[in-house]
Structures are given as C-alpha cells and as structure tokens.
C-alpha cells in the first residue's frame, strides 16, 4: 500500500495505524501517564518555538511521510517543524510529505525494543535530525542524532534542542514535574 491509498482508508473509532514499509500497523492507545508527558512536553517546546519565532509544535496525532516504495508513515508524541520545513501555503488536509526536524516518542508498555529501534532507524534514515526517546519510568531521555547510538540522559541531567531548536534547554527531571 502506497502513502496515498493508506490516506485514504475509513478511520475507525478508537483506532489508530501506521504504515510501515507499506505495510498498515496498528498503533496502541496511550495511558494517562503517556498523554501527559506528552502534554507537558508539547507545552515546554510549543512555548519556547513559539517565543522565537522558529516553527510549529505538533502534539501526537499528525502523520509524516518519512519513505517510499515502500512508503512508511509514523506519527510521532511531539514533533516540531523548522521553518524552513513547513510546506508553502500552510497546512494541508492530508499527511505531512517532509519529516519533522524533531521527532520525540514517550515510550509506552506496549513498546517493544524492536518496533521502537525501527521508529527510531525511520525517523533518522528520512532526515529528522534529533530524536527524543523518553523513558517515563526511568525518568530519562535518550537523544538521537544522526545515528542510532544515542545519548543517555538522566533526570539530574539537561535536554537542549541542540541546531533544531537553538537555545532551547530544559532539565530532564522538569519534563516528569506533572501537576495533578
């Protein structure tokens, strides 16, 4: 199945898919703890972005184009698009042909160490340059970019947006800092 034909499937309630290698894989629904990092995490970046003017913020639901033939579609947690990304004319009714600059993924249970190695490998094999794996149970993040050896850290440590957004940082330990 190609990216268009995918697109173009019936959408079924509480359902979500992804296309792997043209392949239709359904992906699980999150936890409450999962939408929250999610949450906070879109709130850190989408307020830093948009302060200095450097792109837009997607909270998880937006679907990219990340290869073809066989065409695979991922749909990050988070994901941010530089400016210089974002397709002329604002934003379409169908999937995002360019990948995202950022690419983060707060892992679930349901996550195996195989299927989230494969997300990882497309989202850096299409062009994201940084990718965020973040371990809730650790309280960790691991950082990809540009190759699949990542580095490792931990709450006493601190994120930053390194080229994709520049200046941006954030302890690791105020991504779980979630008010209930």
Do not use: C
């Not at 409450?32 to 989408?46: D, E, G, R």
């Not at 998880?60 to 994901?79: C, E, H, K």
């Not at 210089?84 to 950022?102: A, F, K, N």
């Amino acid at each position: 199945m190609n990216a268009d034909e995918f697109w173009e499937l019936p959408e079924k309630p509480d359902m979500r898919f992804e296309l792997v290698d043209g392949e239709v894989v359904e992906v699980p629904g999150s936890t409450w703890l999962h939408a929250a990092l999610v949450a906070q995490i879109f709130t850190l970046i989408h307020a830093y972005a948009r302060q200095h003017d450097l792109g837009r913020v997607f909270p998880d639901g937006l679907t990219y184009l990340l290869g073809t033939d066989p065409d695979t579609m991922r749909i990050p947690d988070v994901s941010f698009v530089p400016q210089e990304r974002l397709p002329e004319g604002g934003p379409t009714t169908s999937y995002v042909p360019v990948p995202p600059g950022l690419a983060v993924e707060v892992v679930s249970p349901s996550n195996s160490a195989l299927e989230l190695r494969r997300r990882i490998h497309d989202y850096l094999t299409a062009g994201v340059s940084l990718v965020w794996v973040v371990w809730p149970e650790e309280r960790s993040v691991s950082v990809y970019q540009g190759s699949m050896t990542p580095l490792e850290l931990t709450a006493d440590d601190t994120l930053d947006g390194g080229d994709v957004l520049p200046g941006f940082s954030v302890p690791v330990a105020d991504l779980f800092e979630l008010d209930w």
